[in-house]
Structures are given as C-alpha cells and as structure tokens.
C-alpha cells in the first residue's frame, strides 16, 4: 500500500487548497484516515481524521486547530483518495501536510501506512 499526498504549493493568506491523499494497493479498503501537519520547529499535529465503522462515516477536525471550520477532510471511497479541503489560508497554517491511514488488502490485513508529505506555504 501507498500513499501519494499532493495539492500543496506556495499561496497567499485568504486562498484555499484542497489536498489530495490517493491509496493505492490490490483490493484496498481505507478503514480510516487522518492529515497531520509539522511546521519547522514544531511538533507534528493532528489535523482531521475520518473513520468508517458499521455505523456509518466520522469526520472531525482537531479541537486544536484556530477556527477550526476553515478545515474539511472528505474521502472518494470509489478512488480511494482522502482530501484536506483548506480555506481562509494563514501564514500559521504553513508547514508540511501528510497523511496517515489505517487500510486493508486481501493480501497483507489491516496495517497503517504513512505518506509522504506535500508542502503549503502561505505568504501574508
């Protein structure tokens, strides 16, 4: 299993970015999936997580996070892509974005795997 981040990039204070988490591995099943970020000099953070149990889809957002609201984690169950939607960009939001999910092939059971990160700097 993989993990692919993409969507960061060099914005101004106000944009919005939408990143990109695609799975990728033989009969793949996400069975949850979080985006975490680590600026320089920082501790890595958690910044939303979904989760996918018999009673359905859960989506948060870390209590952590300054407006929190500004932040959207969604998931394409079909492609098995997860996005950080991002909106209202700060110059504090800059640092690397990566993603983490716990997933399950036929071949291999249920293990987490971690991705590369993609990096959002946002100018003021």
């Known amino acids: 299993v993989q993990l692919q981040a993409s969507g960061g990039g060099l914005v101004q204070a106000g944009s919005s970015l939408r990143l990109s988490c695609a799975a990728s591995?033989?009969?793949?099943?996400?069975?949850?999936a979080a985006w975490y970020r680590q600026a320089p000099g920082k501790q890595r953070e958690l910044v939303a997580k979904?989760?996918?149990?018999?009673?359905?889809?859960?989506?948060?957002?870390s209590d952590s996070l300054k407006d929190r609201d500004r932040f959207t984690i969604s998931e394409d169950r079909d492609k098995n892509i997860v996005y950080l939607q991002i909106n209202s960009l700060r110059p504090e939001d800059t640092a690397n974005y990566f993603c983490?999910?716990?997933?399950?092939?036929?071949?291999?059971?249920?293990?987490?795997?971690w991705g590369q990160g993609t990096q959002v700097t946002v100018s003021s």
């Open positions: 979904i989760s996918h149990s018999a009673y359905g889809t859960s989506a948060t957002v």
């Open positions: 983490s999910a716990n997933a399950y092939t036929p071949s291999t059971g249920s293990n987490d795997y």
């Open positions: 591995g033989y009969g793949l099943i996400i069975n949850n």
